[in-house]
């Protein structure tokens, strides 16, 4: 595995749109961590609300790595995760702190507190990209600055057209975190490799191969407006031959982004050879 997608593809096979039976994405969890390409995936991720089920989908000397995803009040969320079983390694947290042009100050606020109690669990906060993102993003650099493992979260994708970022838009999230050395995650829409326009829905994604090439750029100085470039690039040689160069280094920045499929980016990194060195068009 090149240590660049190391732990890129989290496993969120319970949300949509392939929204998984829990037996189902915890059984496929465990063949994918058994498998060839085992390095590529995160951990599980799992609504918080569902911990309690788990359990009992597990062998009694079975163990597995999750990722909580806050579907509960930050207020409810530490008396949640201290009752997880001893068996699941809770490997992140991640929850919102805003809706849509709402203030994510007096949310992230709350969930800074949490974080300061979970003695060193990462958290992420998801902020939407609208009013006070920025604000909010000065806050969670200098609550890591300070010692806290607390990054940012970006939606990138969804059910409706303003859910999908323009690339300037997402190059100017990935620049000012890059500016703050503010890790950060992404979450929905990132189906496929490349930039593409889903024939169902109308709606262009990005392409998780394009995040990658535009976070290596913006990690080695790179201007906006290249950033924005790359993202909105649909040349497969000009980002692929960028992330190829980079295949030995540690990823910058971009931690990595839940997918409901783990065999559709796996497909396509095989496909563009990133996974073996070659390429097929």
Same mark, same amino acid.
């Given at each position: 595995?090149?240590?660049? $997608? /190391? @732990?890129?593809?989290?496993?969120? !096979?319970?949300?949509? #749109?392939?929204?998984?039976? %829990?037996?189902?994405?915890? +059984? *496929?969890?465990?063949?994918?961590?058994?498998?060839?390409?085992?390095? $590529? /995936? @995160?951990?599980?991720?799992?609504? !918080?609300?569902?911990? #309690?089920?788990?359990?009992? %989908?597990?062998?009694?000397? +079975? *163990?597995?790595?999750?990722?909580?995803?806050?579907?509960?009040?930050?207020?409810?969320?530490?008396?949640?995760?201290?009752?997880?079983?001893?068996?699941?390694?809770?490997?992140?947290?991640?929850?919102?702190? *805003?809706?849509?042009?709402?203030?994510?100050?007096?949310?992230?606020?709350?969930?800074?507190?949490?974080?300061?109690?979970?003695?060193?669990?990462?958290?992420?906060?998801?902020?939407?990209?609208?009013?006070?993102?920025?604000?909010?993003?000065?806050?969670?650099?200098?609550?890591?600055?300070?010692?806290?493992?607390?990054?940012?979260?970006?939606?990138?994708?969804?059910?409706?057209?303003?859910?999908?970022?323009?690339?300037?838009?997402?190059?100017?999230?990935?620049?000012?975190?890059?500016?703050?050395?503010?890790?950060?995650?992404?979450?929905?829409?990132?189906?496929?490799?490349?930039?593409?326009?889903?024939?169902?829905?109308?709606?262009?994604?990005?392409?998780?191969?394009?995040?990658?090439?535009?976070?290596?750029?913006?990690?080695?100085?790179?201007?906006?407006?290249?950033?924005?470039?790359?993202?909105?690039?649909?040349?497969?040689?000009?980002?692929?031959?960028?992330?190829?160069?980079?295949?030995?280094?540690?990823?910058?920045?971009?931690?990595?982004?839940?997918?409901?499929?783990?065999?559709?980016?796996?497909?396509?990194?095989?496909?563009?050879?990133?996974?073996?060195?070659?390429?097929?068009?």
């Amino acid at each position: 595995m090149p240590r660049l $997608l /190391v @732990g890129l593809v989290d496993d969120a !096979a319970v949300f949509p #749109p392939g929204s998984a039976s %829990l037996p189902d994405a915890v +059984a *496929a969890h465990r063949r994918h961590r058994a498998a060839w390409y085992a390095d $590529l /995936v @995160g951990p599980l991720l799992l609504p !918080a609300s569902a911990l #309690p089920e788990v359990p009992g %989908l597990l062998a009694p000397d +079975a *163990a597995t790595a999750v990722g909580v995803i806050g579907d509960v009040p930050i207020g409810r969320l530490e008396a949640v995760l201290a009752q997880v079983d001893r068996r699941l390694g809770v490997r992140q947290v991640e929850a919102a702190v *805003a809706k849509r042009g709402e203030d994510p100050q007096p949310g992230l606020a709350d969930l800074l507190k949490l974080a300061e109690r979970l003695g060193g669990t990462p958290v992420y906060a998801e902020i939407p990209l609208t009013f006070g993102l920025m604000g909010a993003l000065d806050s969670l650099a200098e609550a890591r600055a300070g010692g806290l493992p607390i990054a940012a979260k970006f939606r990138t994708g969804g059910l409706a057209a303003e859910l999908f970022p323009a690339p300037g838009e997402l190059a100017a999230v990935i620049c000012a975190c890059r500016d703050r050395q503010l890790p950060f995650k992404l979450t929905a829409g990132l189906h496929h490799a490349l930039r593409h326009r889903d024939p169902e829905t109308g709606f262009t994604h990005h392409g998780f191969v394009n995040v990658l090439a535009a976070t290596l750029a913006a990690a080695g100085g790179v201007e906006l407006d290249a950033v924005a470039d790359l993202l909105a690039a649909t040349d497969a040689v000009r980002v692929v031959e960028l992330v190829r160069a980079h295949r030995d280094a540690e990823r910058p920045l971009w931690v990595g982004y839940g997918s409901c499929s783990i065999s559709e980016p796996l497909t396509d990194l095989i496909r563009l050879g990133l996974m073996n060195g070659g390429y097929e068009a």
